[in-house]
């Protein structure tokens, strides 16, 4: 890894690790998602985003290691978490045990998350092609979408299950 792109992974790491300490806080102090299971869901999906970015940072300090095996490894991570969180929201859907108001809200998570997906394939294609500059954009987005999607999470008030 160069220099610049190591100082690049060094400062994201550092930034990713800062703002997964905040969200615990935030995500302690923070209201009614603790008692709502799409508000758990949510709370998973939006760690998830800090950790992808954590990891893909952190793997290539290893040595020997490239950076394209953590965009890889990670990006394969958030793929698992957003399609279970996806598939979390059809079941709930399917055996209607919720109620019209929170169908609105889960079907909003389900589409936000879906694009989680596409970016987190986008980290997966970007390790595989050596795109590190791709890769780096990627991570950045993480990051402020992560941040937004706590501060909506602590702020909102979830339907009644």
Same mark, same amino acid.
């Given at each position: 890894?160069?220099?610049?792109?190591?100082?690049f992974n060094?400062?994201?790491?550092t930034?990713?690790?800062?703002?997964?300490?905040?969200?615990?806080?935030?995500?302690?102090?923070?209201?009614?998602?603790?008692?709502?299971?799409?508000g758990?869901?949510?709370?998973?999906?939006t760690?998830?985003?800090?950790?992808?970015?954590?990891?893909?940072?952190?793997?290539?300090?290893?040595?020997? #290691?490239?950076?394209?095996?953590?965009? %890889?490894?990670? =990006? +394969?991570?958030?793929?698992?978490? @957003?399609?279970? /969180? &996806?598939?979390w929201?059809?079941?709930?859907w399917?055996?209607g045990?919720?109620?019209?108001?929170?169908?609105?809200w889960?079907?909003?998570?389900?589409?936000?998350?879906?694009?989680? #997906?596409?970016?987190?394939?986008?980290? %997966?294609?970007? =390790? +595989?092609?050596n795109?590190?500059? @791709?890769?780096? /954009? &990627?991570?950045?987005?993480?990051?402020?979408?992560?941040?937004?999607?706590?501060?909506?999470i602590?702020?909102?008030d979830?339907?009644?299950?």
């Amino acid at each position: 890894m160069t220099g610049e792109w190591a100082d690049f992974n060094t400062t994201v790491a550092t930034i990713a690790a800062a703002l997964l300490g905040l969200n615990f806080v935030a995500l302690q102090i923070g209201g009614a998602w603790k008692t709502k299971d799409l508000g758990r869901a949510a709370a998973v999906t939006t760690l998830t985003e800090f950790l992808v970015v954590l990891m893909t940072t952190l793997i290539p300090i290893l040595p020997t #290691v490239s950076w394209r095996i953590g965009s %890889v490894i990670s =990006g +394969a991570f958030g793929l698992i978490e @957003a399609f279970s /969180a &996806i598939g979390w929201v059809v079941f709930k859907w399917i055996k209607g045990k919720a109620k019209r108001d929170l169908y609105r809200w889960a079907i909003r998570d389900a589409w936000l998350t879906s694009i989680s #997906v596409a970016v987190y394939a986008s980290l %997966v294609v970007a =390790g +595989a092609l050596n795109a590190h500059l @791709a890769a780096g /954009a &990627i991570l950045l987005w993480l990051l402020f979408s992560g941040t937004l999607e706590v501060i909506n999470i602590v702020l909102s008030d979830l339907p009644r299950e």
